[in-house]
């Protein structure tokens, strides 16, 4: 299986609580609920689409028990998400969660990587990694992730918690889609390209 992470963030990187005003309050966020504005038929559909390609999601444990939390409580019939959401087997990377209460649950203990790594040998189309920034980052920084799509919402908040904050190499990436919707968000799919490249500008005649 591949591993692709989803995530929506701010023009300044922030992914904290995009879906309600109390979805995460951790650190004493108080500006969630900033995706919803901007949220349209384009993306619900294209968010579906994604969806339609995972053979599992793989979350880490403050992700995974906000998701226990609320996913299970929607029983719209014509929610688009909830269904397979609920439905699709997880893998919640934790040393300290004994076991997951939102099945078809596994928890992965010791050595992420490892674990990650040994889920990506098993035949499949992809493992989803969504929210789960800490998690996403170690997977970017020890190549284990194949896709990036990001859902950048234009708005800047300037406070809570950065995605790709963390220490390590820097990271090379392909942008292979790209599409803008009528409220303004940016839905982009990257592909990983290993080390990031450098050059110093010489003039534009060398960039012809």
């Known amino acids: 299986m591949k591993v692709t992470v989803t995530e929506f963030v701010t ?25 919803v504005p901007h ?11 994604w969806l339609d390609l995972a053979d599992g999601l793989l979350l880490g444990r403050r992700t995974y ?16 998400f909830a269904e397979r959401m609920n439905a699709l087997p997880k893998y919640v990377v934790s040393n300290t969660l004994t076991e997951g209460s939102w099945g078809p649950a596994t928890v ?11 889920l990506m040998a098993r035949p499949g ?10 998690l996403a980052d170690a997977l970017l920084e020890a190549g284990l992730v194949d896709t990036l799509r990001l859902v950048v919402a234009p708005t800047v908040l300037r406070a809570g918690r950065r995605l790709l904050s963390g220490s390590g190499d820097p990271a090379g990436l392909r942008l292979v889609r790209h599409e803008a919707t009528a409220k303004g968000l ?17 003039g534009v005649g060398a960039l012809v």
Do not use: N
């Open 186 to 202: 940016l839905l982009l799919e990257y592909e990983t390209a290993g080390r990031a490249l450098r050059a110093e500008y010489e």
């Open 65 to 80: 028990e906000a998701f226990a939390r609320d996913w299970p409580r929607i029983t719209d019939p014509d929610d688009p």
């Open 39 to 49: 949220m349209d038929g384009t993306f619900v559909r294209r968010a579906s689409d």
């Open 125 to 134: 189309r992809e493992l989803q990694v969504h929210g789960s920034g800490r």
């Open 108 to 118: 992965l203990k010791g050595d992420a990587g490892e674990a990650v790594a040994e």
């Open 11 to 35: 023009l300044d990187g922030v992914y904290q609580g995009p879906g309600s005003p109390d979805e995460d309050t951790s650190g004493g966020f108080a500006r969630g609920g900033w995706l």
